[in-house]
Protein backbone atom coordinates (compact mmCIF):
# COMPACT_ATOMS: atom_id res chain seq x y z
CA UNK A 1 0.00 0.00 0.00
CA UNK A 2 1.27 3.14 -0.91
CA UNK A 3 1.24 6.08 1.30
CA UNK A 4 2.80 10.01 1.32
CA UNK A 5 5.66 9.44 3.73
CA UNK A 6 9.09 10.56 2.21
CA UNK A 7 11.39 9.99 4.89
CA UNK A 8 12.23 11.66 8.40
CA UNK A 9 11.78 14.93 9.29
CA UNK A 10 12.86 14.98 12.47
CA UNK A 11 13.59 13.39 15.84
CA UNK A 12 12.93 14.82 19.13
CA UNK A 13 14.62 13.47 22.46
CA UNK A 14 14.80 13.91 26.04
CA UNK A 15 18.23 15.21 27.81
CA UNK A 16 18.51 17.20 31.10
CA UNK A 17 20.64 19.82 31.79
CA UNK A 18 19.99 22.28 28.69
CA UNK A 19 23.64 22.99 28.74
CA UNK A 20 24.62 19.40 28.89
CA UNK A 21 22.97 19.41 25.58
CA UNK A 22 24.06 22.73 23.83
CA UNK A 23 27.35 21.25 24.61
CA UNK A 24 26.85 18.15 23.52
CA UNK A 25 25.38 18.60 20.29
CA UNK A 26 27.33 21.55 19.06
CA UNK A 27 30.75 20.47 20.19
CA UNK A 28 30.54 16.17 20.13
CA UNK A 29 28.18 15.84 17.25
CA UNK A 30 28.80 19.25 15.31
CA UNK A 31 25.40 20.19 14.98
CA UNK A 32 23.79 23.60 13.91
CA UNK A 33 21.52 25.32 16.91
CA UNK A 34 18.53 26.16 14.19
CA UNK A 35 16.00 27.40 16.55
CA UNK A 36 15.26 28.12 20.15
CA UNK A 37 12.02 28.17 21.42
CA UNK A 38 9.92 26.27 23.98
CA UNK A 39 7.68 23.48 24.41
CA UNK A 40 4.40 23.94 23.47
CA UNK A 41 2.69 21.12 26.34
CA UNK A 42 2.52 21.66 30.04
CA UNK A 43 2.62 24.36 32.43
CA UNK A 44 6.28 24.74 33.26
CA UNK A 45 8.44 26.60 30.23
CA UNK A 46 10.91 24.27 29.11
CA UNK A 47 13.63 24.88 25.91
CA UNK A 48 13.02 23.08 22.93
CA UNK A 49 16.03 23.47 20.96
CA UNK A 50 16.20 22.14 16.68
CA UNK A 51 19.89 21.18 16.04
CA UNK A 52 20.69 20.20 11.74
CA UNK A 53 23.07 20.16 9.19
CA UNK A 54 23.71 23.71 7.19
CA UNK A 55 20.69 24.02 5.28
CA UNK A 56 18.61 23.31 8.63
CA UNK A 57 16.64 20.98 5.78
CA UNK A 58 14.07 18.27 7.18
CA UNK A 59 16.14 14.95 7.15
CA UNK A 60 18.59 16.27 9.48
CA UNK A 61 16.63 18.06 12.04
CA UNK A 62 16.63 16.68 15.87
CA UNK A 63 15.06 18.60 18.54
CA UNK A 64 15.24 18.53 22.36
CA UNK A 65 13.25 19.30 25.59
CA UNK A 66 16.08 19.53 28.32
CA UNK A 67 13.82 17.75 30.97
CA UNK A 68 15.53 17.49 34.19
CA UNK A 69 12.36 17.70 36.28
CA UNK A 70 12.43 14.03 36.23
CA UNK A 71 13.98 10.80 34.48
CA UNK A 72 12.70 8.90 31.85
CA UNK A 73 13.45 4.80 31.69
CA UNK A 74 15.07 3.61 28.41
CA UNK A 75 13.98 0.64 27.21
CA UNK A 76 11.81 -1.11 24.63
CA UNK A 77 9.55 0.54 23.11
CA UNK A 78 11.58 3.85 21.74
CA UNK A 79 13.78 5.05 19.16
CA UNK A 80 16.68 3.66 20.38
CA UNK A 81 19.74 5.84 18.39
CA UNK A 82 19.50 8.66 16.29
CA UNK A 83 21.74 7.57 12.65
CA UNK A 84 23.92 10.16 11.14
CA UNK A 85 25.21 9.91 7.76
CA UNK A 86 29.04 10.49 7.71
CA UNK A 87 31.65 10.57 4.84
CA UNK A 88 32.66 7.07 4.03
CA UNK A 89 35.98 6.15 5.65
CA UNK A 90 35.39 9.01 8.33
CA UNK A 91 34.60 6.50 11.37
CA UNK A 92 37.76 6.58 12.76
CA UNK A 93 37.99 10.24 12.54
CA UNK A 94 34.55 10.11 15.44
CA UNK A 95 36.08 7.17 17.06
CA UNK A 96 39.38 9.57 17.98
CA UNK A 97 37.12 12.40 18.06
CA UNK A 98 34.52 11.47 20.95
CA UNK A 99 38.26 9.92 22.79
CA UNK A 100 39.10 13.65 22.56
CA UNK A 101 35.71 14.46 24.22
CA UNK A 102 36.28 12.27 26.82
CA UNK A 103 32.17 10.53 26.52
CA UNK A 104 31.77 6.91 26.05
CA UNK A 105 31.84 5.78 22.81
CA UNK A 106 32.54 2.10 20.78
CA UNK A 107 35.25 0.67 18.77
CA UNK A 108 34.19 0.63 14.65
CA UNK A 109 31.46 -1.15 14.39
CA UNK A 110 29.52 -2.83 11.63
CA UNK A 111 26.14 -3.52 10.12
CA UNK A 112 24.35 -3.89 7.18
CA UNK A 113 28.05 -3.19 5.59
CA UNK A 114 28.57 0.22 6.63
CA UNK A 115 31.12 1.58 9.23
CA UNK A 116 29.97 3.03 12.51
CA UNK A 117 30.11 4.64 15.49
CA UNK A 118 27.94 4.78 18.46
CA UNK A 119 28.22 7.58 20.65
CA UNK A 120 26.42 8.37 24.26
CA UNK A 121 24.78 11.80 25.24
CA UNK A 122 25.75 12.67 29.12
CA UNK A 123 22.18 12.14 29.67
CA UNK A 124 21.98 8.56 28.02
CA UNK A 125 20.55 8.80 24.82
CA UNK A 126 22.64 6.91 21.76
CA UNK A 127 23.73 8.40 18.89
CA UNK A 128 25.35 6.77 15.66
CA UNK A 129 27.72 8.15 13.33
CA UNK A 130 27.30 5.85 10.05
CA UNK A 131 29.67 5.93 7.05
CA UNK A 132 27.50 6.76 3.76
CA UNK A 133 27.74 8.49 0.11
CA UNK A 134 25.69 11.58 1.36
CA UNK A 135 25.92 14.99 -0.56
CA UNK A 136 23.86 17.37 2.08
CA UNK A 137 25.98 20.32 3.10
CA UNK A 138 27.21 19.40 6.43
CA UNK A 139 27.76 22.33 9.87
CA UNK A 140 31.39 22.98 10.23
CA UNK A 141 33.01 23.82 13.36
CA UNK A 142 36.68 24.14 14.43
CA UNK A 143 37.04 20.86 15.29
CA UNK A 144 34.86 19.46 12.54
CA UNK A 145 35.84 20.41 9.08
CA UNK A 146 33.91 19.51 5.74
CA UNK A 147 35.21 16.13 5.24
CA UNK A 148 34.36 14.57 7.86
CA UNK A 149 31.12 16.28 9.62
CA UNK A 150 27.67 14.43 9.62
CA UNK A 151 25.25 15.42 6.80
CA UNK A 152 21.93 14.82 8.39
CA UNK A 153 20.30 11.55 9.19
CA UNK A 154 21.17 8.24 7.81
CA UNK A 155 17.82 7.11 9.70
CA UNK A 156 17.19 5.52 13.12
CA UNK A 157 16.52 2.65 15.54
CA UNK A 158 13.49 1.33 17.36
CA UNK A 159 13.79 -0.97 19.78
CA UNK A 160 11.19 -3.22 19.72
CA UNK A 161 10.26 -6.20 22.03
CA UNK A 162 7.79 -7.96 19.06
CA UNK A 163 8.67 -7.20 15.22
CA UNK A 164 5.80 -9.04 13.35
CA UNK A 165 2.91 -5.70 14.48
CA UNK A 166 5.43 -2.82 14.24
CA UNK A 167 7.20 -4.24 10.53
CA UNK A 168 3.20 -4.54 9.50
CA UNK A 169 2.88 -0.63 10.59
CA UNK A 170 6.13 0.35 8.84
CA UNK A 171 5.13 -1.15 5.67
CA UNK A 172 1.52 -1.51 5.66
CA UNK A 173 0.71 2.45 6.80
CA UNK A 174 3.85 4.52 6.50
CA UNK A 175 4.94 2.73 3.07
CA UNK A 176 8.09 1.39 3.97
CA UNK A 177 9.57 -1.70 1.96
CA UNK A 178 12.15 -4.07 3.74
CA UNK A 179 15.59 -4.21 3.14
CA UNK A 180 17.24 -7.50 5.05
CA UNK A 181 17.92 -8.41 8.70
CA UNK A 182 21.53 -8.56 10.31
CA UNK A 183 21.37 -10.06 13.20
CA UNK A 184 18.58 -8.86 15.41
CA UNK A 185 18.48 -6.00 13.09
CA UNK A 186 15.21 -5.69 11.11
CA UNK A 187 15.65 -2.90 7.78
CA UNK A 188 12.97 -1.28 6.65
CA UNK A 189 13.12 2.36 3.65
CA UNK A 190 11.02 4.48 3.44
CA UNK A 191 9.18 5.10 -0.05
CA UNK A 192 10.15 8.52 -0.85
CA UNK A 193 13.59 7.37 -0.50
CA UNK A 194 14.58 10.96 1.03
CA UNK A 195 16.96 12.10 3.47
CA UNK A 196 16.58 9.94 6.67
CA UNK A 197 15.04 6.82 5.19
CA UNK A 198 16.32 4.43 7.04
CA UNK A 199 14.27 2.38 9.63
CA UNK A 200 16.31 -0.30 11.95
CA UNK A 201 14.04 -2.35 13.98
CA UNK A 202 16.33 -4.21 16.49
CA UNK A 203 14.51 -6.92 18.07
CA UNK A 204 14.91 -7.39 22.43
CA UNK A 205 12.56 -9.15 23.11
CA UNK A 206 13.67 -9.54 26.78
CA UNK A 207 13.72 -5.90 26.98
CA UNK A 208 11.70 -4.10 29.53
CA UNK A 209 9.60 -0.99 27.65
CA UNK A 210 10.48 2.76 28.23
CA UNK A 211 8.42 5.27 29.47
CA UNK A 212 6.37 6.98 27.26
CA UNK A 213 6.47 10.42 29.19
CA UNK A 214 8.70 12.96 28.92
CA UNK A 215 11.59 12.08 31.21
CA UNK A 216 15.65 12.66 30.82
CA UNK A 217 17.54 10.43 28.67
CA UNK A 218 15.18 9.08 26.36
CA UNK A 219 13.85 9.62 23.18
CA UNK A 220 10.49 11.11 23.02
CA UNK A 221 9.07 10.63 19.04
CA UNK A 222 10.51 9.96 15.36
CA UNK A 223 8.20 12.61 13.29
CA UNK A 224 8.07 11.71 9.40
CA UNK A 225 7.29 14.30 6.45
CA UNK A 226 4.56 14.25 4.49
CA UNK A 227 4.62 17.76 3.01
CA UNK A 228 1.52 19.06 2.92
CA UNK A 229 -1.53 19.07 5.00
CA UNK A 230 -3.36 17.15 2.55
CA UNK A 231 -1.48 14.36 3.25
CA UNK A 232 -1.57 14.69 6.75
CA UNK A 233 -5.46 14.40 6.42
CA UNK A 234 -5.01 11.01 3.95
CA UNK A 235 -2.35 9.69 6.05
CA UNK A 236 -4.76 10.07 9.54
CA UNK A 237 -7.89 8.78 7.25
CA UNK A 238 -5.19 5.70 6.85
CA UNK A 239 -4.75 4.70 9.88
CA UNK A 240 -8.18 4.99 10.84
CA UNK A 241 -8.51 2.38 8.28
CA UNK A 242 -6.32 -0.06 9.07
CA UNK A 243 -7.55 0.39 12.96
CA UNK A 244 -4.77 2.65 14.16
CA UNK A 245 -7.95 4.67 15.84
CA UNK A 246 -6.03 6.65 18.24
CA UNK A 247 -4.44 9.12 15.75
CA UNK A 248 -4.44 12.90 16.85
CA UNK A 249 -6.23 15.82 15.57
CA UNK A 250 -3.54 17.99 13.15
CA UNK A 251 -1.98 20.17 15.44
CA UNK A 252 -0.32 23.84 14.74
CA UNK A 253 3.15 23.67 15.47
CA UNK A 254 3.84 26.81 14.15
CA UNK A 255 6.78 25.67 12.04
CA UNK A 256 4.98 23.07 10.82
CA UNK A 257 2.02 20.95 11.15
CA UNK A 258 1.93 17.57 12.92
CA UNK A 259 -0.57 14.29 13.99
CA UNK A 260 0.23 11.52 16.16
CA UNK A 261 -0.01 8.05 16.66
CA UNK A 262 1.36 5.31 19.10
CA UNK A 263 2.53 2.11 17.15
CA UNK A 264 2.70 -1.74 18.12
CA UNK A 265 5.72 -1.54 19.27
CA UNK A 266 5.14 1.17 21.72
CA UNK A 267 7.12 4.07 19.30
CA UNK A 268 5.34 7.40 18.97
CA UNK A 269 5.21 8.44 15.49
CA UNK A 270 4.61 11.73 14.12
CA UNK A 271 4.06 12.80 10.47
CA UNK A 272 4.72 16.68 10.11
CA UNK A 273 4.13 19.26 7.05
CA UNK A 274 6.08 22.21 7.04
CA UNK A 275 3.95 25.60 6.97
CA UNK A 276 5.29 27.46 4.10
CA UNK A 277 8.54 29.26 5.32
CA UNK A 278 9.53 26.60 7.97
CA UNK A 279 11.83 28.38 9.86
CA UNK A 280 12.53 30.88 8.52
CA UNK A 281 9.40 32.54 9.62
CA UNK A 282 11.03 34.14 12.22
CA UNK A 283 14.59 34.25 11.51
CA UNK A 284 16.00 34.82 8.23
CA UNK A 285 18.37 31.82 7.09
CA UNK A 286 21.94 33.42 8.20
CA UNK A 287 20.60 33.99 12.00
CA UNK A 288 19.27 31.15 12.64
CA UNK A 289 18.98 30.13 16.39
CA UNK A 290 20.24 33.38 17.73
CA UNK A 291 17.38 34.30 19.22
CA UNK A 292 14.86 32.73 21.68
CA UNK A 293 11.79 32.35 19.24
CA UNK A 294 7.85 31.98 20.72
CA UNK A 295 4.61 31.03 18.50
CA UNK A 296 2.73 33.80 18.54
CA UNK A 297 -0.07 32.75 20.76
CA UNK A 298 2.94 33.01 23.32
CA UNK A 299 4.20 36.39 22.46
CA UNK A 300 2.43 38.13 25.54
CA UNK A 301 3.91 35.95 27.96
CA UNK A 302 7.45 36.32 26.42
CA UNK A 303 8.98 38.09 30.19
CA UNK A 304 7.26 35.29 32.17
CA UNK A 305 8.43 32.31 29.82
CA UNK A 306 12.06 33.57 29.73
CA UNK A 307 12.21 34.47 33.37
CA UNK A 308 11.55 30.91 33.75
CA UNK A 309 13.88 29.07 31.95
CA UNK A 310 17.09 27.61 32.18
CA UNK A 311 19.96 29.78 32.02
CA UNK A 312 22.36 29.06 29.28
CA UNK A 313 25.29 29.96 27.23
CA UNK A 314 24.97 29.17 23.71
CA UNK A 315 27.23 28.40 21.39
CA UNK A 316 29.59 31.81 19.75
CA UNK A 317 28.28 30.76 16.21
CA UNK A 318 24.52 31.50 17.63
CA UNK A 319 24.95 34.59 19.55
CA UNK A 320 23.14 37.33 18.58
CA UNK A 321 25.03 39.43 15.64
CA UNK A 322 25.67 43.08 16.72
CA UNK A 323 23.23 45.39 15.26
CA UNK A 324 20.89 42.59 14.24
CA UNK A 325 17.45 42.79 16.59
CA UNK A 326 15.15 39.82 16.43
CA UNK A 327 12.49 39.52 14.18
CA UNK A 328 9.42 41.33 14.55
CA UNK A 329 6.68 40.10 16.28
CA UNK A 330 4.37 37.90 14.09
CA UNK A 331 0.54 38.87 14.39
CA UNK A 332 -1.34 35.91 15.51
CA UNK A 333 -3.96 34.42 12.73
CA UNK A 334 -7.00 34.10 14.49
CA UNK A 335 -8.27 31.15 12.89
CA UNK A 336 -6.45 27.77 13.59
CA UNK A 337 -7.13 26.63 10.14
CA UNK A 338 -5.08 25.56 7.19
CA UNK A 339 -5.00 27.78 3.70
CA UNK A 340 -7.36 24.91 2.61
CA UNK A 341 -9.42 24.70 6.12
CA UNK A 342 -8.32 22.12 7.36
CA UNK A 343 -9.25 22.57 11.42
CA UNK A 344 -5.93 22.53 13.35
CA UNK A 345 -5.00 22.78 17.26
CA UNK A 346 -3.28 24.59 19.16
CA UNK A 347 -1.86 24.04 22.45
CA UNK A 348 -1.87 26.87 24.98
CA UNK A 349 -0.82 26.26 28.50
CA UNK A 350 -0.67 28.12 31.24
CA UNK A 351 2.27 28.83 32.51
CA UNK A 352 2.83 28.77 36.08
CA UNK A 353 5.97 30.42 37.88
CA UNK A 354 8.55 27.40 39.54
CA UNK A 355 9.66 27.83 42.25
CA UNK A 356 11.37 24.76 43.02
Not at 7 to 26: K, N, R, V
Not at 238 to 251: C, N, P, V
Not at 338 to 349: Q, V, Y
Request: charge should be negative; glycine fraction near 10%; proline fraction near 7%.
Amino acid sequence: MTTLVKGIHHITLCPGSAQEDLDFYSQVLGQRLVKQTVLMDGRIPIYHFYWGNGDAEVGSIATSFPYSRKPGRAGSGQVSMTSYAVPTGTASFWKDHFGRHRVEHSDIQERFGAKFVRVRHPAGMLFEVVEADDCRRPWLTDQISADVATRGFLGAVMSVRSVDEQEQFLVEALGFRTLGIDGAFHRFEAPGRGPGSIIDLHHEPARPPGTWTFGAGTAHHIAFNVETDEALVTQKALYEELGYTDASDIKDRFYFHSMYVRSPGGILIECTANVLGGFYLDEAPEDLGRHVNLPPWYEEKRADILAMLEPITVPDANRPRPGVARAPRLALEPAAVTPSGIPLTRTKAEFITDNS
